[in-house]
């Protein structure tokens, strides 16, 4: 009957934030309204994915992004799609994008307490191949109840309420942190529905695996290159660490959470601050694996403390199990 009672008592990811909701009295369902609608954008960009090289979504769309990036077609999409899923949910004031230049203030007769960062399609040169891409979000309460205010996403990142991301994979596979431990829902494409398929999700305290572009190996400053020395030629007679780079965040993040390791992309000669976005990609990612019992280091200091001046700001990045991340802070220390 075990199997039956799981069977017929679905913990959907609605059932599962109601239920987060209800510890807090105070809250007005504002936030499970919010995230009804991230999860609504989320099935909409899930259904385009896997039918992208039928319905001629693949490829690029002509365009060039605040990051200088060539946008494709399903970045457009899937922007327009959480752009007005997030507007119409009435609870957002302030949305940031990585497909557009400046922050969207939300007309004052849609306006709500949060604010929420996003990056719509992330791993977007691995659309046209179909290896696994995703989307990731933050989400803030607005600092005060007057007028939206650009600081009001200009909050470091330990100021989340809450974050996630949504991996469009083999399965489409949803990771939720609202501030108390991490979660996992699977799409059930029959229901429609995202059924809890990986409770209280814990990172292993060290890991096997490293995950870094090792192209960039020519460029990286001495701990990263002393660090990734280490994990090929093991000082202390370990065997050597498996190297696994998928090159979309969600995928090779989602791994290291499940399987342990250390994720990188650490600052180069060529891009003193890395390349992921602060409060779209690192910041949602080191929530997580906070919250999932690892760490999220930047090179000087632990992830979410730091405090983005633009909201497009990069910064090198260091997340995963957390012996590992402890092993590099110490050859940075050891810089200074
Ligand atoms: P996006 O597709 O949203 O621009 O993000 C791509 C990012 C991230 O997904 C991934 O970890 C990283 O780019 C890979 O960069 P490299 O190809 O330079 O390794
Ligand atoms: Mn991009
Ligand atoms: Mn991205
Ligand atoms: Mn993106």
């Known amino acids: 009957h075990a199997a039956q009672a799981h069977m017929t008592d679905l913990m959907t990811i609605t059932r599962f934030v109601l239920n987060e909701q209800s510890k807090h009295p105070e809250s007005r369902g504002d936030f499970s309204i919010l995230l009804s609608h991230i999860v609504l954008g989320c099935k909409f960009v899930c259904a385009a994915v896997n039918k992208a090289g039928l319905a001629k979504l693949i490829g690029l769309a002509g365009e060039t992004n605040v990051q200088g990036e060539e946008q494709k077609k399903l970045d457009v999409l899937s922007n327009d799609v959480f752009v007005k899923a997030l507007i119409s949910s009435g609870r957002t004031s302030i949305l940031v994008s990585e497909e557009d230049e400046e922050a969207t203030f939300v007309d ?6 949060y604010c929420v960062v996003f990056d719509p399609l992330d791993g977007s040169s691995n659309i046209d191949c179909g290896v696994s891409i995703g989307t990731i979000f933050g989400i803030y309460m607005m600092k005060a109840n007057e007028e939206p205010h ?11 309420l809450a974050a996630g991301y949504c991996m469009y994979g083999s399965s489409c596979t949803f990771v939720l942190s609202t ?8 799409l059930d494409p029959s229901l429609g529905e995202f059924i809890m398929t990986h409770p209280d999700i814990k990172i292993p305290k060290k890991g096997k695996i490293y995950s870094v572009n090792e192209g960039n190996a020519k460029n990286w400053d001495t701990p990263t290159a002393k660090y990734v020395e280490r994990c090929k030629y093991p000082q202390d007679g370990s065997s050597p660490k498996s190297l696994r780079y998928i090159g979309s965040m969600v995928a090779d993040v989602h791994r290291t959470l499940l399987y342990g390791g250390i994720f990188m992309y650490p600052a180069d000669k060529k891009s003193p601050d890395g390349k992921l976005r ?11 694996m906070e919250q999932a019992g690892g760490q999220a280091f930047t090179g000087k200091e632990r992830a979410l403390d730091l405090v983005p001046k633009k909201i497009h700001e990069r910064s090198p990045i260091f997340l995963g199990s957390y012996d590992d991340v402890e092993e590099i802070k110490v050859l940075y220390a050891a810089e200074e």
């Not at 501030?179 to 699977?186: E, P, Q, R």
């Open 150 to 160: 650009l600081e009001d996403v200009l909050q470091p990142g330990k100021n989340m």
């Open 278 to 288: 602060v409060l779209y990609e690192v910041f949602p990612m080191s929530f997580l």
């Open 179 to 186: 501030g108390a431990g991490v979660n996992g829902f699977t």
């Open 108 to 113: 004052p007769a849609l306006r709500g307490r």
